[in-house]
Each structure stands twice: as structure tokens, then as C-alpha cells.
């Protein structure tokens, strides 16, 4: 290769770099914004508060719904385990939930960096791009810095797989015994990284199939003794809770949508995946990532169409997918004997040639394809340069927009007027005297009240017909709830039937791109009752 040639890769490899490093930049601008955040962002983080602070009082939350507080859970307990002993040094708070969720998917990134590096011709600059290329990622981008479970759980799979596909082939007991327990604290965060160690057992067993099925005993024995005691512990909740309640609708046309959005987002990356597996199913052994993304995409993406998924349920395949582009780049970047292979007849000096080119185009494409960005203040002259203007809010680009059903209406940054909204709730809440209903926890928990159902997990209860609701819906009926708040109407029909025959819609709160609806209990006459009428502390 000529000197020019050789001076065009490294341009585009340093271009590439850069444009994964500004995405990078954004990433930590966002995290350090939410990380502050005192309200839930995305729904659902209340309750995984209020959980974190049950086990730091070594209380389950998996309990019997049809009493007060009507209170449970769906979330494995590991995650919520980790961040207990902050409860006990700062008290009930986002920011270090968050600020572990955020260190997991850096955790991840560096993970895949390391795997592509050992596996694909140790090429330290490929392996760079592949990590950074990880928390490019939309539907990572959405899901790290969040008080969610979700990228603990990716962390220990990705932490597993890597490990295991050293380990197993090398007959290294104790790596592989390590690999699987980090298996078992994937499942034990979140119930979906069944999926992955689904795929691993898979793999040990198409290359060793006795030593997979002892292995296997061993994993099966591990995890089984976990759930006997969490059943045992909590009298028969955990299994209503976490595994019966947690079987929802499918929607297909939002896992179409959510399907047809990762390849539009990553197809860049997933096309010389997709060729390393093809490589490996016809030439060579399957890998564990080969198989890991086959199971993760599948599964993982028929998952994300139930109510409640989203993209994050993408994101197991999105490190998958980073690995095995990853090492594909590598080994073509390196003359690798297996890459005429690939191409038929064309011989490695041409292909090798070409891919010094092509190699970098593909990352640098890749992080245009998955652009999000802040649109002003010191992004201004930036989101200008690129040709970007807002698209999902009025200071916010993210290339996947938001009208995929399923896709996170997450993402752009916070301003004061979130802060002030989020004030205001509270402020609402302290004035009562009564207990409130609040769709979402991170209100109650601030003001210092009983958090008081999850209305998520009532609605699946009550489809699989494990929740009647009884006293729920006459404390409702008896206007016991100074204020009831609600954002998606998530509670079930017969709950939100009680709510509005009895309480009257007062005044709307926009906070993070949300209307909060406050609702005050009705007169007996039928008309809306005032503040006073509702016994508010001066």
C-alpha cells in the first residue's frame, strides 16, 4: 500500500475516532445531567428506588398487593442488592443508581474492547472503535445512566460471554465456574439474560457435550437454589410476582417497528457481523458471540414487543453485534488467512486493500447513522455543521426520532423548568394530610410518604387474574388519597374506573416532555373539590 493510501486510512480512522468520541462526549453530558435529576426520567425509576430501599431495611418487596400499601414488585433483587448501602450513607436518592448504571455500560464498552482485542488479532485501534461504538448506540445511550436494572444485567452477560468464550475451550474450571455465576447475577438482575445464558449452554454444547451437560447441572443447581429461597422467603410472591405477573401482550406492529429501527441504526455494524457468523457456520466453529447474537437478536427482539419492552431489550445484541464486527474488522485489517474466504476468489492482498478503506467508513457511518445530540448552546454551531436540527424536543436531535412505538421518549437533557415542575409535584404532596396515588414514585419518595402501589405491576396481576383490588378501590371510593397523580394511566381499568367516578382532573404539570395530571378528590355532590375541602396543611 502506498504512502497516500496509507495516509487516507489513517485520516478516516482518526475521523471515525473523533465522531465516536464526540458521541462519547454526549453520552457523559447527558449522564452527569440526569445523574442529578432528584424525579424519576424514565418511568419506572421510583419503584426501583423504593425497591433499593426495602432490601436496605432487609425487607422484600415481592408482597401481597391486595393491602395497603398494595405494593410489589416484578424486578430480581441483585441490582437493587448493590445499591442498598447507599440508602444507609446517603438515604432514599437517584444519583447513585443512575451512577451505577452508567459505570455498567462503560464496564461493557471496555468488556468488548478487550474481547476484540484478544480475538481479533489484538488490533488495540479496531478494538477502541468497537467500545466506543457500544455506547454510540441509541438504545444505549437511552438506558445507561438510568436507576434501571437493565445495564447491570448486560454487563454481567457481556462480562460472561467474553469470559466463556476463553475459558470453555481451554478447560479452565475456574474461569468457566466464574463465567457462569456471572450468568446466574444476570439472571438474578433481570429475567431477559435467560436468553444469554440460554445461548451459552447452547454453545458449550455444540463443543463439548458432556462437559456442557455437567456444567450445565452445576448452573441449574446455582440459580434453582437462589429462586427456592427468594420463593421460600417472600411465601410464594416471588413466583406471582416476578414470573406469573410478568408475562404481558405482544404488540407486533412494535416489535416490527423496534426490529426494522436496530438494523436501521446499526446496520453498518451488523452487516460484517452477520458475515463473520455466515464465516463461521460454513469454514470454521461457530463462536459464542455468533451464537449469542443469533438468540439475543431473535429473542431479545420478539421480547421487546411485549407491553412494557422497548429498545432496551436490543441492547444484549448491540454488544454482540460490536464484538463480532469488531473482530471481522481485525482480522481483515490483518491479512487473516480466513478473509478470502469470505469473498470467494478475491485474493487477501485486494480484500485487504480494500477493507484499510472500507473498515473505517463503516464506523465513521455508523456514528452518523446513530447521531444524538443537544441542537443549542454550545452544540449550536456543531448541530449546524452537521445539518442536524431538533427533531424529538425543541433543543434535541436523536436520528431514530421517537415514532417507533417501544422506542424510549428519552434522551435529551433536563432544564430548569423539569427541576421547578418536579418541585411543584412535591410541594402538592406536602400540603396533603392524606395519603397520595402516584403513578410515579420518585414523588412520594421525596416528599417523604408511603409509596403507594406500582401501577405497572397491578396491571399485570390483575390480567393474570392475581389481583382483585378490593380495599384499594374503596380507599379510592372514600376520596382516602389527598391527591392522585397519574402520567400514562397505567393502573388497571377497575382502579382507573374507581379514580375517575371519584376524583376530579385539578391542573395538568409538564415535566421531562410529560403531562402529570392532578386529580382531587370529588365533592359528594359531584363537583370539584378545593384544597381546603381536602384538609391541606397551610
Not at 495516509?7 to 449522564?31: D, I, K, S, W
Not at 408475562?247 to 429501527?261: K, S, W, Y
Not at 402520567?487 to 409538564?510: C, D, K, M, Q, S
Request: aromatic share 14%; with cysteine.
Amino acid at each position: 500500500m502506498n504512502g497516500a493510501s496509507r495516509q487516507l486510512q489513517t485520516a478516516l480512522m482518526l475521523a471515525a475516532t473523533v465522531a465516536l468520541l464526540f458521541a462519547l462526549l454526549v453520552y457523559l453530558l447527558y449522564a452527569a445531567n440526569l445523574i442529578a435529576f432528584p424525579y424519576d426520567y424514565d418511568q419506572g425509576e421510583g419503584f426501583e428506588l423504593h425497591d433499593t430501599v426495602l432490601f436496605s431495611r432487609f425487607q422484600l418487596p415481592y408482597r401481597d398487593t391486595e393491602h395497603y400499601p398494595f405494593y410489589a414488585s416484578n424486578y430480581p433483587p441483585l441490582f437493587h442488592m448493590m445499591a442498598a448501602p447507599f440508602v444507609w450513607l446517603f438515604g432514599p436518592s437517584y444519583w447513585y443508581g443512575r451512577l451505577l448504571g452508567f459505570l455498567a455500560s462503560l464496564i461493557s464498552a471496555c468488556a468488548i474492547a478487550y474481547a476484540v482485542y484478544r480475538d481479533g488479532e489484538r488490533q488495540r485501534w479496531i478494538a477502541l472503535l468497537a467500545g466506543l461504538a457500544f455506547l454510540s448506540s441509541n438504545f444505549v445511550y437511552h438506558i445507561g445512566p438510568l436507576f434501571r436494572q437493565h445495564t447491570m444485567m448486560v454487563t454481567f452477560e457481556t462480562l460472561a460471554m467474553v469470559m466463556l468464550a476463553g475459558a470453555f475451550p481451554k478447560r479452565d474450571k475456574l474461569g468457566i465456574a466464574a463465567a457462569l455465576v456471572l450468568l446466574i447475577c444476570a439472571g438474578y438482575t433481570k429475567q431477559l439474560a435467560a436468553i444469554t445464558a440460554a445461548s451459552a449452554l447452547v454453545w458449550m454444547f455444540l463443543r463439548a457435550p458432556v462437559r456442557a451437560i455437567r456444567w450445565a447441572l452445576v448452573f441449574a443447581a446455582g440459580g434453582g437454589a437462589a429462586f427456592l429461597w427468594l420463593n421460600v422467603a417472600s411465601g410464594g410472591q416471588w413466583w406471582i410476582q416476578a414470573i406469573v405477573a410478568n408475562v404481558n401482550d405482544f404488540i407486533p406492529d412494535q416489535a416490527t417497528g423496534l426490529f426494522i429501527l436496530w438494523f436501521k441504526l446499526h446496520g453498518l455494524l451488523l452487516v460484517p457481523a452477520v458475515l463473520l457468523l455466515i464465516y463461521e457456520l460454513y469454514f470454521d466453529r461457530l463462536s459464542i458471540y455468533s451464537v449469542w447474537l443469533v438468540f439475543s437478536a431473535l429473542f431479545g427482539g420478539l421480547a421487546s414487543g411485549t407491553w412494557g419492552a422497548g429498545d432496551s431489550y436490543f441492547v444484549t445484541s448491540i454488544a454482540a453485534v460490536c464484538i463480532l464486527s469488531g473482530i471481522f474488522c481485525s482480522r481483515l485489517l490483518t491479512n487473516a488467512p480466513r478473509s478470502p474466504r469470505i469473498i470467494g476468489g478475491a485474493s487477501i492482498a485486494r480484500f485487504s486493500r480494500a477493507g484499510l478503506i472500507i473498515v473505517p467508513l463503516l464506523y465513521l457511518g455508523y456514528a452518523r447513522a446513530t447521531l444524538k445530540m443537544p441542537t443549542d448552546g454550545a452544540f449550536e454551531p456543531v448541530a449546524k455543521a452537521l445539518g442536524v436540527a431538533a427533531n424529538v424536543r425543541e433543543n434535541f436531535f436523536d436520528s431514530a426520532t421517537f415514532l417507533v412505538g417501544g422506542y424510549a421518549r428519552i434522551g435529551y437533557f433536563l432544564t430548569d423548568a423539569d427541576w421547578e415542575a418536579g418541585a411543584e409535584i412535591v410541594r402538592l404532596i406536602d400540603q396533603t394530610v392524606k395519603p397520595v396515588l402516584s403513578e410515579e414514585a420518585g414523588f412520594t419518595i421525596a416528599a417523604g410518604r408511603d409509596v403507594v402501589t406500582n401501577p405497572t405491576q397491578l396491571r399485570n396481576l390483575h390480567l393474570a387474574g392475581h389481583f382483585d383490588g378490593g380495599q384499594l378501590i374503596e380507599m379510592i371510593e372514600r376520596g382516602e388519597f389527598g391527591i392522585v397523580i397519574m402520567r400514562a394511566h397505567f393502573y388497571p381499568p377497575p382502579v382507573l374506573a374507581a379514580i375517575g367516578n371519584n376524583y376530579e382532573h385539578t391542573l395538568t404539570i409538564h415535566m421531562n416532555g410529560f403531562d402529570y395530571s392532578i386529580f382531587y378528590p370529588k365533592e359528594p355532590d359531584g363537583s370539584e373539590g378545593t384544597p381546603d375541602d381536602n384538609r391541606l396543611l397551610d
